[in-house]
Each structure stands twice: as structure tokens, then as C-alpha cells.
């Protein structure tokens, strides 16, 4: 009773800790910045803009914040990257921090093609802990075991002696991790061993005969991405049987090799439980014969909810996800940050993942928002969502603090951080949504960055998104049991008229090459965006082709990039690609293409 009550007054005290710095969070932002300043002021970047002047003490907070943004400029990655390849070498003198960073976050890579240091220090997992327990705070259903799909990959050294792995690599080896089930009383399944094994698919095999194992304790189902949860329940499909025998005889099959993983698991599994395979066993037979449709709340049936995130590049797996799930339990999307910083916590979890907003937590980082247009027509336009999908013709306002944003507007995110990034632009837009007393609700929209473009036409991950939601209701109209596994993009110029080529992996009955065309022509009529348009009109884009890749393509994609040192935990498809291995991937696995039959108008 005692454990309740404290977990109750935890709870009490991490909100009206939010209730309150989100009340003040046009104050709180300028005294985050002046704590970001005062902790790394006389660093070498900001040195470039300042030089010896202790700005800090110079000046009010107040004045600060408007000396920061009129000296220092807005920067990118690239402005970065000479720092902290210094970093990685071993030099120690504060170059972005004051505090020394021994170790570097690697990204996905799966956005821009390669993996990017990022300084990852305390503040770091500190940011981490406080919004997962945020996080648990406003969904206060948390207590009991977690079937968490998580990953870490190997780290490794720099001639310098700082470590580098991925962000969640980093944060599940922290005291931090630990610390966060402790205080919301939600233990996951898996030993660090399992976590940690650098080996997804023994990663992926022990985490669901845990979760088996653990059956009735579960109170809910997470990933980092929906993504992984998609993949595990896939491969829970093919490997049930293996499974069930590992809990009938109190066993661990073959196919785990790495020693510590095995004693490890076996210390928990060892005990025979036939009833519980034979419960099992009976469950699966009867979904198999129904497309595994209910699959999470039928095998775990007290599980409250599924969480991960599921906005921008997750939303294609939504489908699949809840037909996973079933009817009646609930998606509930996770919290937005990136790799550089944690942004925002959704305070509405039990909302649909398409309605889902980020409330900013004005102490993490501070941000600034830039104003984005886009030209309609040769005039100016400001953005929404309703009337602009984004890219590289957005036209740009002076960035502005995130007491000053307004409703319906879009903005690029910059951030400046503990960690030592400053006026670091992310390239996510977003719009704001509403408020939460005085700090912004945020919808991601897409990223900035162009993916698709041929000639005058630019297309984003979000249009794409969009075309392939429209060309999939053709498989599902059809009259095969056919949907989408993945896919992705490529804008061919080698030989012209250039043109788009679209990549899908399919799984269930065979289609008729009649309906796969009409979805290929459905796709190419879907693009809105004006210079598309034109160029299909005029022939200076060729028509759309779309690839049928075989069964495993995208598995293939996975473990390349798993092999170069990504996490799962991390990995998102890229939607669109220029990459050589990729492609060639892509080109060896088509077994059919269609080409749009649409001529543009």
C-alpha cells in the first residue's frame, strides 16, 4: 500500500513540475538558455562569435537571449562536425562544452545515408529519464512487467578514447535506465544481456519467449519505433512453434549462440511449463487460421496498451500494428525528440497516433521556430499543413522564440542544447497545434529535407507517404488479401526523361499485374505537387515505375545497415535513396515492374 501511495505522490510531483514550467515557458526558456551559456561560456564555437567577453556576466538573462540570437548564427551539422572529429581524436580542451565529452552518439543514418556523431553527455540520459517518467506520469497505468523491443549495438573506441554508440545504446547501459523502473515500478523482461547483444534476431527471439514467459504480468508492449514492434510480431508468425517447445521443456533453442545471452535466459526460463505452452500453442493455431488479427491482446491479454512511436516515417505501419493489436486496445504514440534532443511529451496518450501532439518541455533545450512559407503562384504564402507538404521552396522568416509561435503555423525547429549544439538547426517541420497553459502542442509534419526531385518537381517524405496510402487502397479493394510489407523511393536521372521509381515489398495472394498497374498509375496521378505536375504534362518526367521487390527485401536493407553499426532500436526505412548498396539491394530483388499508364493531366 505504501509502494502505491509513493508511486501515486511521484507521479503528483513530476506533473505539477510540468504544470509548472510550462505555465512560465517564455521565463524558462530564457533561463534555459542562460544556464546553457553560463555552464559552456568561453567554449571555442561560441568563442568565433563572442571572443573573451564573458557575455554572462555582462548582461541581464533577458538581454542575453537577444545578444545570443543577433551574434551567434544558425548552424547545421557541418558546422559541427570539425569539433567533434577533434572530440573523437582525444582532444579535451572545451571546444562545444566545459564539461568533458567522453562519449558520441552516432545517428540512424537512415535519413541523410550516413551515421553523424552527436555529443551525448549526462544531461542526456538525465532528459531521458525525466521523460519516460513524464511520460508514465500521464498515462499512469504503469506497474508490473514491460515487453520492451529494445536494442543496443556494439560501441566501440576512437583513437581518442571516446566511446561511440547509438543514443538508446547508450541510454539502456545507464543508471539512468535502471533508475526510470524503479521510480514507475514497470520492470522490463530482458536481461541487460539480451539488450545488448548486438545480435537483433537472438535479441528478437529472446525478448518474445520472455514476454511469453511473463505472459500475465505484462502491462504493456513498447518499442522505440513501430517499426520494431511490426518486425518482432512478423517474426513471432514464422518461429511460434520453436518458441512454445523452448516453454514446454524449460529450454533455449540453438539458435542462441552468445553465451552470456543463454545463461541469462535460462536462468529465468528453465523451469518446464506445459500448461502455459499448451495455452499458447491453442491461441496461435486459432490466429493463424485468422491472419494473426489480435495477435498482442490475444496472447497477452492484461496488456493496457502498445507504445512506440508511431508519427512521420512510422505512420505506414500503423495498419499493421493494429491489426496486431485488435480492436480494443490502444495505440499509444511515444514522445518526440531526436538524436541532438528530447522536444516534447504527449500529455494526451490514449488519443488515436494520427491526433497526437508534442508539448514542449521548455527545460530540456532551448528552441527557437523558424517561419516557414512557401511560394503558391510566385506569392508568398504562410504554411499549414492543409496547403503545403514541405521541401526546400519553403521561404523563410527570422527565427523566433517559442513564446512568439502561433497556432496553425509551421515552423522549422533549432535548438540549442546542454550538449553543447548551438542555433542547431533539425530540419523537422512542425505546427503548432494549440498551447498547453503557455507552451506549444506540436504536430510533426515531415522533414525538411527534399527526398524526391527530378527537375523542377519537389516532393517530400510526407507526399510520398501519402501517394503510397492512396495506390495500397487499390491492393486492398482488390480481390486479394494483400497489403504492403514496406517501401521506398528512388528518383532515377540516369537516363531521361528522368522519373520516380517506387519500391514495394508485398506479402499475402497473388495479385493480378492488372491491379498492381492501376496502382502504379494511381500513384503517379497522386502527386499534387505543381512542379510534378508540369513535368508529367510536358514529358520532362517520365512516368512512375513502380518495382515488386521479393519477400525479405527490406529485412535485407535492415541488416545492412545493422552491419555498418545501427541499432534497431533506431532504424527507420529511408524512404527515398541514392545509396549504390541499396539500390543494387532494390534492383537484384525486383521480380516485376509496372509502368504509369497516367499522362499527367
Not at 223 to 238: H, I
Not at 562 to 591: E, H, M, W, Y
Request: contains cysteine; aromatic residues 10%.
Amino acid at each position: 500500500m505504501s509502494c502505491m501511495k509513493s508511486c501515486e505522490e511521484y507521479r503528483n510531483d513530476i506533473i505539477e513540475w510540468f504544470e509548472d514550467v510550462a505555465g512560465r515557458a517564455g521565463d524558462v526558456q530564457t533561463e534555459t538558455l542562460h544556464r546553457i551559456l553560463e555552464l559552456n561560456c568561453g567554449v571555442e564555437y561560441l568563442k568565433n562569435f563572442f571572443g573573451d567577453i564573458n557575455y554572462v556576466k555582462e548582461v541581464d538573462k533577458i538581454a542575453l537571449e537577444s545578444l545570443y540570437t543577433s551574434s551567434v548564427p544558425l548552424s547545421s551539422h557541418a558546422d559541427f562536425e570539425p569539433y567533434l572529429q577533434r572530440i573523437a581524436d582525444g582532444e579535451t580542451d572545451p571546444l562545444i562544452t566545459q564539461e568533458p565529452i567522453t562519449t558520441l552518439s552516432l545517428s540512424s543514418g537512415t535519413t541523410e545515408g550516413r551515421q553523424k556523431y552527436v555529443p551525448f553527455t549526462h544531461h542526456s540520459s538525465n532528459t531521458t529519464l525525466q521523460i519516460f517518467k513524464l511520460a508514465a506520469a500521464y498515462r499512469s497505468r504503469e506497474g508490473g512487467r514491460i515487453l520492451e523491443f529494445i536494442y543496443s549495438s556494439k560501441c566501440f573506441e576512437t583513437r581518442g578514447g571516446v566511446t561511440v554508440g547509438t543514443a538508446t545504446t547508450h541510454v539502456y547501459a545507464s543508471d539512468e535506465f535502471k533508475i526510470k523502473q524503479q521510480q514507475t515500478k514497470s520492470f522490463t523482461c530482458s536481461p541487460k544481456e539480451v539488450i545488448s547483444s548486438g545480435d537483433y534476431t537472438q535479441s528478437t527471439y529472446c525478448h518474445l519467449l520472455l514476454g511469453l514467459h511473463f505472459s500475465d504480468e505484462i502491462e504493456y508492449i513498447t518499442s522505440t519505433f513501430a517499426y520494431s514492434l511490426v518486425q518482432a510480431f512478423r517474426t513471432f508468425q514464422e518461429i511460434w512453434r520453436e518458441i512454445c517447445n523452448d516453454l514446454r521443456e524449460g529450454t533455449l533453442s540453438s539458435r542462441i549462440t552468445i553465451q552470456d545471452v543463454r545463461k541469462s535466459v535460462l536462468d529465468i526460463v528453465a523451469c518446464p511449463n506445459p500448461s502455459l505452452a499448451s495455452r499458447v500453442e491453442k491461441k496461435c493455431n486459432e490466429l493463424e487460421g485468422n491472419d494473426w488479427a489480435g495477435l498482442i491482446s490475444e496472447i497477452w491479454p492484461n496488456a493496457k496498451y502498445v507504445n512506440s512511436i508511431m508519427t512521420g516515417s512510422m505512420q505506414p505501419y500503423l495498419s499493421k500494428l493494429r491489426h496486431y493489436a485488435g480492436g480494443g486496445l490502444p495505440l499509444v504514440s511515444g514522445d518526440y525528440g531526436s538524436t541532438e534532443s528530447w522536444i516534447g511529451v504527449n500529455i494526451d496518450p490514449f488519443l488515436p497516433p494520427e491526433k497526437v501532439t508534442f508539448t514542449v518541455i521548455p527545460t530540456f533545450s532551448y528552441f527557437e521556430f523558424i517561419p516557414l512559407r512557401r511560394r503558391i503562384n510566385n506569392n508568398y504564402q504562410e504554411c499549414s499543413s492543409k496547403s503545403c507538404s514541405g521541401g526546400d521552396d519553403f521561404i523563410e522568416d527570422d527565427p523566433i522564440p517559442l513564446s512568439r509561435v502561433k497556432i496553425g503555423q509551421e515552423y522549422e525547429i533549432v535548438l540549442t542544447t546542454f550538449t553543447g549544439l548551438y542555433r542547431y538547426r533539425l530540419g523537422d517541420v512542425v505546427e503548432v497545434a494549440g498551447f498547453y497553459r503557455n507552451t506549444p502542442k506540436l504536430n510533426y509534419i515531415c522533414r525538411r529535407n527534399l527526398i524526391l526531385t527530378v527537375n523542377i518537381d519537389k516532393n517530400t517524405e510526407r507526399d510520398l507517404q501519402l501517394v503510397v496510402k492512396r495506390g495500397s487502397q487499390i491492393l486492398k479493394t482488390s480481390a486479394s488479401r494483400t497489403e504492403i510489407v514496406d517501401f521506398t523511393s528512388h528518383a532515377d536521372v540516369a537516363n531521361q526523361p528522368g522519373h520516380y521509381v517506387i519500391y514495394w515489398e508485398i506479402e499475402g495472394e497473388a495479385v493480378e499485374e492488372g491491379v498492381l498497374r492501376d496502382c502504379c498509375r494511381e500513384m503517379d496521378a497522386s502527386f499534387v505537387d505543381h512542379g510534378y505536375v508540369v513535368s508529367r504534362k510536358s514529358n520532362s518526367i517520365g512516368p512512375l515505375e513502380l518495382r515488386i521487390v521479393e519477400r525479405g527485401t527490406f529485412k535485407k536493407i535492415l541488416e545492412y545497415f545493422i552491419s555498418n553499426g545501427a541499432a534497431l532500436s533506431q532504424f527507420k526505412t529511408p524512404r527515398c535513396t541514392t545509396n549504390p548498396v541499396l539500390l543494387k539491394i532494390l534492383n537484384d530483388c525486383t521480380v516485376c515492374k509496372f509502368y504509369s499508364t497516367s499522362d499527367g493531366s
